[in-house]
């Protein structure tokens, strides 16, 4: 672990080229990683095109046209077309990928699995997933042996998703074979992603190569043998969240979810509630290995708040720096990358008049790095969230779960989720990162390491 630094401390980035030598540095690599597709222009305008492609492609930065493009009164601006493709074989028309009506009967009927009352609850599950990490981790400690910090963030937070979901923890070789099949999955469409970016007209969809039907098979096998546990003659014995969702019924027609819709949207509870947390905490505990001063901050106000004692749900909304560590985490590394959108009709957008077709890509990762919006977007800076700061942040400028009334529905479930894993695990280790400088983020669907990150774990103090 690094000693505090007194210069700013700017954690890894893409740099940014011109638009033609970008697509060339994209095509080489050949590893599906959107942001090195990303011109300079894209961090600089507050919407234009980008690129070159047969398709016209937008970057929309502007905090206003965003709120536009996302809240979509008119139903004029669906999730795009490729990104439907993309996750169709995992998510089925799900709430993740659906739009207009359909979109907002799901949404009405999946909310109340989210309440406060619902959160409170869960907690409890939560702490015990990390309760098991821990202990795991302190044999890690004692050995020395070095692992997979995004292998290791996955499974723990794919376990606290089963057990807040389902009521069951996670084993081991499930959380594994997921995590494989994701990684398979993700790497795959990338690729795809980029070719059809640039050849392939609007609205086409190509067949999905063998090897991404085949993860999404796997995947899917998992999460419906979670599901049909749930779905016996007594459903009322289960108090989680899937139960939740199953018991949900639409109010105006009184249907509920069928088991196809509810293996779609558990499977994005699952995907989405594990797989984006994970990559964010990916990032912070990265950083926590780099950054001594932070880890020491982190210390000092979880001592401050929940002394040696267990960190209770009510003391995490009082770990205002810790939770302040994961927002501007996300800030730098959103988990999900980009937000398309894909216009129905030729609409006028603020200064430029958009095309049937045109992609809109709305990038949490560009907004959050513009140097409009933000002071040294490119710096770690936790405080920049802190109450006495809270003025310099521009609405709409912040948007890792999204904006508007898509905004992601377990949004509090994830910052909940994190601040205590953050907590707990801060205040017990030191992370040592292997190889800490050459670490590189890519983008596929989420925001990733280009490599798994190799790390060590010791007691803190020792």
């Known amino acids: 672990m690094s000693t505090e630094q007194s210069s700013p401390y700017r954690p890894p980035r893409p740099h940014a080229l011109a638009a033609i030598p970008a697509l060339f540095r994209a ?50 601006y669906p999730k795009a077309d490729i990104m439907v493709a993309a996750l169709e074989p995992l998510v089925g028309d799900s709430i993740f990928v659906s739009s207009g009506a359909k979109w907002r009967r799901q949404r009405r009927m999946i909310d109340p699995a989210f309440s406060h009352m619902r959160l409170n609850r869960a907690f409890v599950s939560m702490a015990a997933a990390v309760d ?7 044999a890690l400690a004692a050995s020395g042996e070095p692992f997979s910090l995004d292998l290791a963030m996955s499974s723990l937070t794919a376990d606290i998703i089963c057990r807040t979901v389902f009521s069951t923890s996670l084993e081991s070789q499930t959380a594994r074979d997921v995590f494989d099949a994701f990684t398979r999955f993700e ?63 639409d109010l105006e027609s009184g249907a509920a979810f069928t088991r196809d819709e509810l293996l779609d949207e558990l499977g994005v509870m699952f995907l989405a509630g594990h797989e984006t947390t994970a990559s964010g905490l990916t990032w912070a505990f990265y ?120 905004v992601c529905v377990g949004a509090g479930f994830a910052q909940t989720e994190a601040t205590l894993i953050l907590a707990r695990l801060a205040r017990r280790f030191d992370f040592h990162v292997e190889d800490g400088e050459r670490v590189r983020p890519v ?20």
């Not at 937000?339 to 809109?360: E, H, I, M, S, W």
């Not at 990733?448 to 190799?454: F, G, L, W």
């Open 27 to 76: 095509v080489l690599r050949g590893d599906g990683d959107l942001l090195s597709l990303l011109p300079a222009k894209a961090y600089r305008v507050p919407i234009g095109t980008i690129g070159y492609s047969r398709r016209s492609i937008y970057i929309v930065n502007d905090p206003d046209l965003v709120r536009t493009v996302l809240a979509d009164p008119g139903d004029v």
């Open 132 to 138: 098991d990490r821990e202990r795991q981790l302190d």
């Open 187 to 249: 790497r795959s469409v990338a690729q795809v992603q980029i070719r059809r970016l640039i050849t392939d007209p609007a609205f086409t969809s190509p067949p999905q190569a063998p090897e991404v039907l085949e993860a999404c098979a796997r995947i899917r096998g998992h999460l419906g043998s979670l599901l049909d546990t749930h779905l016996g003659d007594d459903p009322a014995r289960f108090d989680d969240i899937a139960a939740a969702v199953i018991s949900a019924r």
């Open 287 to 406: 950083i926590l290995g780099m950054q001594a001063g932070v880890l020491g901050r982190i210390r000092a106000e979880v001592d401050a708040v929940c002394g040696d004692g267990p960190v209770e749900f009510e003391q995490v909304r009082r770990l205002n720096y810790v939770r302040n560590v994961f927002r501007e985490t996300l800030r730098l590394y959103p988990p999900i990358t980009f937000l398309p959108r894909v216009a129905l009709g030729k609409q006028r957008l603020g200064p430029c008049t958009v095309k049937r077709g045109a992609l809109l890509m709305v990038s949490p990762w560009t907004i959050h790095r513009h140097r409009r919006y933000w002071r040294d977007p490119d710096v770690f800076d936790p405080d920049r969230f802190s109450a006495e700061r809270e003025d310099e942040i521009i609405p709409g400028t912040w948007l890792p779960f999204g904006l508007g009334p898509r």
């Open 443 to 462: 983008a596929r669907l989420t925001t990733r390491p280009a490599e798994e990150i190799r790390c060590r774990v010791s007691r803190r103090g020792a």
